[in-house]
């Protein structure tokens, strides 16, 4: 039904794509809201100023979109199981989402927000993470020897999670 498709400036209120094929397809300046994306192919699809509030993404493979002028926000999403991978996503928001059991492997995040996220089971590997926020955001694990997280914005206590890989104590 939306394999092949292009939409433009459409907004998808409470659709349940679960195992959709988006295979091919292009959605311009999207709006996502209250969807159910679990499953859903995402092979060569084009997604281009989207915006997704209020979804559940489970199982996606992101990496296999089309990566040119890839542009994505998330607002209070739950993406659970999602890869993220060899990806350019500078300037992407994740706000107050749950981001669970999810890969960014070799991906550029710099100047991204993940502010208010819960990132449990995440895995951020050679991730550039530079000038991102991370404001409010809990349940992170960032290795600072395997990731760039120059000039990154972080809360206490939670910041202190940085240090979990250093093999130290922490005493108060």
Do not use: H, W
């Not at 960032?142 to 760039?148: A, L, S």
């Amino acid at each position: 039904m939306y394999k092949d498709k292009t939409f433009e400036l459409q907004r998808f209120k409470s659709v349940d794509f679960t195992n959709e094929d988006l295979s091919n397809s292009e959605f311009i300046n999207c709006i996502f809201e209250n969807c159910n994306l679990s499953l859903t192919k995402l092979e060569n699809t084009r997604l281009q100023e989207v915006l997704f509030t209020n979804c559940k993404l489970s199982g996606l493979d992101f990496s296999k979109c089309n990566q040119f002028i890839l542009s994505l926000n998330f607002k209070e999403c739950l993406i659970k199981s999602c890869i993220f991978s060899q990806m350019n996503l500078k300037n992407t928001s994740f706000i107050s989402c749950e981001i669970i059991d999810c890969d960014f492997i070799d991906i550029n995040l710099s100047y991204s927000n993940f502010n208010n996220t819960n990132l449990k089971g995440t895995r951020f590997e050679n991730a550039n993470l530079s000038f991102s926020s991370f404001l409010n955001a809990k349940n992170y694990e960032i290795d600072f020897n395997k990731n760039n997280i120059k000039k990154a914005k972080f809360s206490f206590p939670e910041a202190l999670s940085l240090l979990n890989n250093l093999d130290i104590e922490i005493e108060s």
